[in-house]
T-cell receptor, first 112, second 108 residues
Framework: DADVTQTPRNRITKTGKRIMLECSQT?????MYWYRQDPGLGLQLIYY???????NKGEISDGYSVSRQAQAKFSLSLESAIPNQTALYFC???????????FGPGTRLTVL | ELKVEQNPLFLSMQEGKNYTIYCNYS?????LYWYRQDPGKSLESLFV?????AVKQEGRLMASLDTKARLSTLHITAAVHDLSATYFC????????FGTGTRLQVFP
């Protein structure tokens, strides 16, 4: 079984809709991250959390919110989706030493 | 603000040839990562470089880190088609900042 899972894997929605992307991990890591990747580009950090009570904005947090429901779960919400939020979204985890980040399989989101 | 730049952004190379991808970053950091991404797939960790002068090798790939020059290199030796992918470097401060990636295509 995968250590980092994301649901849904693909989602098509309309402008103005509220969308939630979910991430779960079985690695026991305290740190979790949400990234966005646009075609042909690198990853941009949206939000990150170092433990259940800690939430931090990344490079591109506008238009997004997150919830850390438990150590193993970190959700990303788009309150009112817009077309330029069409992208591939990755969740990642790391332990305190942050020797490496482990990425989920990604969620492909299309906003029409 | 930490900036991470990779070059080249696109690399087309023949099988059997050698080449180097460069990763420059703008702020002090003693930890650098290299990742591989296949089209439509997630990121796979290749190397973690933790100190100045660190060198790691796996198969045909070798990564090095010069923290004084704020430079990491990913050297490809005798490229094969299976190495075709996009390669990202990423630098950590309090969070991980990614470079724009180098898309590598290896042709016969």
């Amino acid at each position: 079984d995968a250590d980092v899972t994301q649901t849904p894997r693909n989602r098509i929605t309309k402008t103005g809709k509220r969308i939630m992307l979910e991430c779960s991990q079985t690695k026991g890591h305290d740190r979790m991250y949400w990234y966005r990747q646009d075609p042909g580009l690198g990853l941009q950090l949206i939000y990150y959390s170092f433990d259940v009570k800690d939430i931090n904005k990344g490079e591109i947090s506008d238009g997004y919110s997150v919830s850390r429901q438990a150590q193993a779960k970190f959700s990303l919400s788009l309150e009112s989706a817009i077309p330029n939020q069409t992208a591939l979204y990755f969740c990642a985890t790391s332990d305190v030493s942050a020797d490496t980040q482990y990425f989920g399989p990604g969620t492909r989101l299309t906003v029409l | 603000e930490l900036k991470v730049e990779q070059n080249p952004l696109f690399l087309s190379m023949q099988e059997g040839k050698n080449y180097t991808i460069y990763c420059n970053y703008s702020t002090t950091s003693d930890r650098l990562y290299w990742y591989r991404q296949d089209p439509g797939k997630s990121l796979e960790s290749l190397f973690v470089l933790l100190s100045n002068g660190a060198v790691k090798q796996e198969g045909r790939l070798m990564a090095s880190l010069d923290t004084k020059a704020r430079l990491s290199t990913l050297h490809i030796t005798a490229a094969v088609h299976d190495l075709s992918a996009t390669y990202f470097c990423a630098v950590v401060t309090d969070k991980l900042i990614f470079g724009t990636g180098t898309r590598l295509q290896v042709f016969p």
